[in-house]
């Protein structure tokens, strides 16, 4: 920390003051916002800390001013936290942060228009990054995370603060998207689901209204939840309007989205082109597309036994492993087209035993049994049109379609 005066530490913490007053009695939720970051590390903000820890009586300060007293509440918990947060003390800084939060909450109750809303975004957001950091703090020195689950507690008022009429409701997405960030940090995803049924559910609620960036965020999380639930064609219409409309410059979005779009555009028979994976530095999904356009079993799976932990974190892995229907039927498909080639009379008499081969050449070793009960599932999920002959250990194709396309639809519906 730079050597500052007592002077200039008092004159840095009333004009801190000052812009805070002005602030709000001007309605500048775009000023009042900066004023808020704590985590921000701005300059200004981080000489205001220094000026804190030379001039300790800035509570009285500002008790005793007929400017600032109002504020107090939320002025001096903030400086607590603002000094706590530039000496490293990461669970005080957020413990006092939450103080100030609550106290600006009842005072965002009062006032009657929504100018503030950008301010209480900042405090959403500080709420979330602060207690994500003391949770590390607590980890490290051996005892048990517990900020962020109360993060969350306190972003679940905010979201009733705005859940009613009126123009502050434009702002419950944005809370809700900050508490997804919680829940599945937390793994506690469940918890997503009585905010969700407020904003599709509640009337008061037009979707369209929310801000893009809100709008982009609340379909990603979303769209996830319906990747673990497996509801593919859900997840595709959340994830893609993700895609959609998030700002194209942002590549690290758009890359977090096709990390959840890539495996499910696969689970409905989508691939994507080698380019995209390129682009977006996705190439750990590369092999795994190739997999499914060769019907190569191997590949497939030394693919998600390289990637294993990647895909696990994701919470992707399941969704691939069920691509192997996908690349059995590629194969047997191949192995219909050369046999048509060879003998076009006998093409749809594929004999097991041939798929068998075919399984050992890609070093794959299963019985005719293990093949017979994999074609019939096969049949089953409609991934392959036909029907056996037991005697003689053979599928009898359909001659039209033997093989039909998902077309955007899930192998299991």
């Not at 994500?132 to 020195?141: F, G, K, Q």
């Amino acid at each position: 920390m730079a050597y500052v005066s007592m002077g200039e530490a008092h004159r840095r913490i009333t004009d801190y003051l000052n812009r805070f007053s002005d602030a709000v009695l001007s309605q500048d939720g775009a000023s009042l916002k900066l004023l808020l970051s704590v985590s921000s590390n701005s300059p200004s903000l981080l000489s205001l800390a220094d000026a804190l820890n030379v001039f300790q009586d800035a509570t009285r300060l500002i008790k005793h001013s007929d400017s600032y007293s109002q504020f107090a509440e939320i002025l001096v918990p903030l400086f607590r936290s603002l000094h706590n947060y530039r000496l490293g003390n990461l669970i005080d800084a957020y413990q006092a942060f939450e103080k100030s939060a609550n106290a600006f909450i009842q005072e965002f109750r009062n006032w009657d228009s929504a100018w503030a809303l950008e301010a209480l975004y900042e405090v959403a957001y500080e709420i979330r990054v602060l207690a994500e950091r003391a949770d590390r703090e607590l980890a490290s020195n051996g005892k048990s995370p517990e900020k962020l689950k109360g993060a969350g507690s306190f972003l679940m008022k905010v979201f009733g603060v705005l859940a009613g009429k009126g123009p502050k409701r434009v702002g419950a997405l944005y809370v809700t998207c900050q508490l997804f960030k919680i829940y599945f940090k937390l793994g506690t995803v469940h918890l997503c689901r009585s905010v969700i049924r407020s904003i599709e559910t509640a009337r008061i609620f037009d979707f369209e209204e929310f801000p893009k960036r809100d709008k982009v965020t609340y379909m990603y999380y979303t769209g996830r939840l319906e990747v673990f639930n497996e509801n593919f064609p859900a997840a595709d219409h959340k994830l893609s309007y993700a895609l959609k409309h998030c700002n194209p410059q942002s590549t690290a979005n758009i890359r977090m989205i096709l990390k959840y779009l890539i495996p499910v555009k696969l689970s409905i028979g989508i691939l994507p082109e080698d380019w995209l994976l390129e682009k977006y530095n996705l190439v750990e999904y590369r092999n795994v597309v190739q997999a499914l356009r060769r019907g190569d079993l191997r590949l497939l799976r030394h693919a998600l036994l390289e990637h294993e932990d990647q895909f696990l974190r994701s919470g992707v892995y399941l969704v691939l492993e069920k691509l192997e229907l996908q690349v059995y039927q590629r194969l047997i498909k191949k192995i219909y087209i050369i046999q048509k080639q060879k003998d076009p009379s006998k093409a749809h008499q594929l004999k097991l035993e041939v798929i068998v081969k075919a399984l050992k050449w890609l070093e794959m070793d299963m019985d005719v049994d293990e093949v017979e009960c994999i074609v019939a599932i096969l049949i089953y999920k409609n991934l392959v049109k036909g029907y056996f002959a037991h005697k003689s250990k053979v599928v009898v194709l359909s001659k039209q379609d033997p093989f039909p396309k998902l077309n955007g639809k899930p192998v299991n519906s």
